[in-house]
């Protein structure tokens, strides 16, 4: 079965450090993956997908994520966090070929910027 | 540019009362629908998906339905409200072309509070 793991809750980081939230799957065959973000009662937002290629992935607001296969694991990361990047983040997976139109995500990772 | 809509933003419904939240779709045309469940803030529980006007698939049974009458229309509804009917209420869209990954696109959500 395709799943998603986000082990951590909750990630509390001061402004200024680097972020890493955490993302781990379970897929068979190449998954595509994805990252959201999604701000209080608001939908979710896309920030950053890996499909193939290079494993390091750079997407909206200065968010980057790190593929690697033998870790299965997809972790999104930020050099140096700001206090409005404090949000739930999913991290998602995406069969390929066969259903294609199932998304798998995971349970959220609260992030906690301090100023 | 695509954008999605989504309505009524908020509900607050009587336990046993009928529900029905649309969402519309514009600039893009056969679009994968989406309809998620989101309860207390966390994580998303896919309810529906829809692949053209009137295929349906369904991934859990519930106590809702969902709809595709338009190409770019897509109703979620309930006949008779519960109380475990509360929550955030997302539609998403996709589209997979040749050669792209298709990511999902998200309404700003409609939250449902059952009393």
């Known amino acids: 079965a395709q799943s998603v793991a986000q082990p951590e809750d909750q990630v509390n980081v001061a402004e200024g450090n680097p972020l890493t939230v955490k993302c781990t799957y379970s897929?068979?065959?190449?998954?595509?993956l994805f990252w959201y973000v999604q701000y209080p009662n608001r939908g979710l937002q896309f920030l950053l997908k890996?499909?193939?290629?290079?494993?390091l992935v750079k997407g909206s607001y200065g968010f980057e994520a790190e593929f690697n296969k033998s870790q299965t694991s997809f972790h999104l990361k930020k050099p140096s966090a700001l206090v409005s990047d404090s949000a739930l983040y999913f991290c998602?997976?995406?069969?390929?070929?066969?259903?294609?139109?199932?998304?798998?995500f995971g349970s959220g990772t609260k992030l906690n910027v301090k100023p | 540019s695509q954008t999605i809509h989504q309505w009524p933003a908020t509900l607050v419904q009587p336990v046993g009362s009928p529900l029905s939240l649309e969402c519309t779709v514009e600039g893009t045309s056969n679009p994968n629908l989406y309809w998620y469940r989101q309860a207390a803030g966390r994580g998303l529980q896919l309810l529906f998906y829809?692949?053209?006007?009137?295929?349906i698939s369904s991934e859990v049974p519930q106590n809702l339905s969902a709809s595709r009458p338009q190409d770019r229309q897509f109703i979620l509804s309930s006949k008779k409200l519960l109380l475990s009917d509360s929550g955030f209420y997302l539609c998403a869209w996709s589209v997979i072309l040749t050669g792209q990954t298709g990511e999902l696109f998200f309404g700003e959500g409609s939250r449902l509070t059952v009393l």
């Open positions: 890996y499909i193939t290629g290079d494993n």
């Open positions: 897929v068979s065959g190449n998954p595509y």
């Open positions: 829809s692949v053209g006007i009137g295929q």
């Open positions: 998602a997976v995406r069969d390929r070929p066969a259903n294609f139109n199932k998304f798998y």
